[in-house]
């Protein structure tokens, strides 16, 4: 392993959210350092999604702060989140779906595309060349993520899987510091499982990027994950190495009930 | 020649990112320009540039606009004719009241005032979308419609309300005759077809596209909804100002506000839904089908029916014509609801493998 754990690079300091009465998440912290795996595992309706959706803005918690690389963020918005290096894959793939492969992903270079309007339609000059660089990148993460053959396909058409993994390359595309990643894995099948489960390690050992995901299969997430941090009705209930978690007898009983 | 694109090897992302990456596809449509700038010149008379020829291609221009905005964005506007109208008495303005106006000018500042207005009239968008955003767009139409006739300024203090330009010319060029109004309205829209194609190709259509197809993961990558559908308004109601002005001074050459009511602007919406939304090539169809459609009606039905040795009075053609018309949206829309645009580009794909079925 190239990789080497750093200090910590985003501290979730005492988050509360609630929609109304209902509590998503109460005071729930953690942090995440910089080049692990960070897994949040829960069992359903636990808050983790809402834990993503917190982190990168698209909700906003009533209490608590995040603190990324020094940075205090009170109301994060998925725009700032953007810029501060967060990029994110949905549960419920949500790419674009009338466009093709290699326009997702080109989208994911949008915050680095600085030509004006005016520039972008005449095209030729600064635009172009642009374009073309950009391209470029964009077809390393082709590449990497092994799907050249269906670049021009629109992804409408294309299988769950691919998609899946479509919707992977548009969040590398942002060249994220931390990539969050709502359940990579469900809904596939083994070997597609493998496939990503390939990826989300290499994308963390070639990049150095710093993972927090959220995924159901427990073989999966006690594989990859250096850390892992259990909810259960919105708290935290555990938080350590995937050894530890296991052990942890208030984990075992969410999961598996208590005896009475 | 086999319509493929076997045995054409791009080496550059440049040679593959072009509009046409097909070379029959650039052949044919080379061909194609070639045709509309010297062959018909030569062919077409009168009637066929008054009737026909000037009429579809500054309304291609403004579905053009409206597909950047409705196709492109996904933001629904019935108040396309309002932006036309604001490019043409914007325009007029310019022309009237600055000495020595030049009409290219007058065009960009009429689409530019357009475009300013049409952001204005775009914030409802960042609140609110679908039928309650095609409801706000309305109240451009109602606004403005009711702007140009009851604000005599707009309209020079005319007493009749209609307004009127006369002695056009684009450097020295005097735009007279049908034919000079069709070169210049030809080579305008071939200049905003190619900056609309640019633009949907480059970024800022990706932007766009984003916004259109799932807001939520448009803006957890950056993308702004605010500076992306701003923008699409803007950008449409620019081609729609230079449309609406085309069609005053060249067109019409003296209009009242009639000229851009909602009928207008409902006219462009079906342009783009029956052309293809999202589609630059679909403008052109819907122009196309809605403008010849009507008039290739008014002339078949009075032969059938002589053919069939009935007499049809020229008012019950003009009602037959209505519904006809409107039995064949009702038709295409069924068959295919993508429209002309998806019509075409199942053909191409045929054609790439014929004569092989898959």
Redesign the interface.
Known sequence: MAREIGPVILDLKNLSLSFGGVKALTDVSFDVCEHEIRAIIGPNGAGKSSMLNVINGVYRPQEGEIVLRGGHFTNMTPYRAAIAGFARTFQNIALFKGMSVLDNIMTGRNLKMKCSLLQQAFWFGPARREELAHRARVEEIIDFLEIQHIRKTPVGRLPYGLQKRVDLGRALAMEPRILLLDEPMAGMNVEEKQDMSRFILDVNDQFGTTIVLIEHDMGVVMDLSDRVVVLDYGRKIGDGTPDEVRANPEVIKAYLGASH | MIYRENGHFKT???AD?QIFPIPQDRWAILAILAFAFAGVPLLADEYLFRAILIPFLILSLAALGVNLLVGYCGQITLGAGAFMAIGAYAAYNFMIRIDDMPLLAALLLGGLASAAIGIVFGTPSLRVRGLYLAVATLAAQFFWDWAFLRIKWFTDYSPSGSVSIANLHVFGWKIDSPLDKYLLCLAVLTLFAL?AK??VR???G??W??I???D?????????PMYAKL?AFA?SSFFLGVAGALWGFIHLGSWEPAAFSIDRSLQLLFMVIIGGL?SIMGSFFGAAFIVILPIFLNQFLPWLGGLVGLGISTAAVSHAEFMIFGALIVFFLIVEPHGLARLWSTAKEKLRLWPFPH
Request: hydrophobic letters at 50%; zero cysteines; glycine letters at 10%.
């Open positions: 550059s992302y440049a990112r900056l640019n633009l480059g970024a800022i990706r932007q596209m984003a259109r197809d799932m939520v993961a448009a803006e957890v990558i950056g993308i702004r923008s950008v999202g």
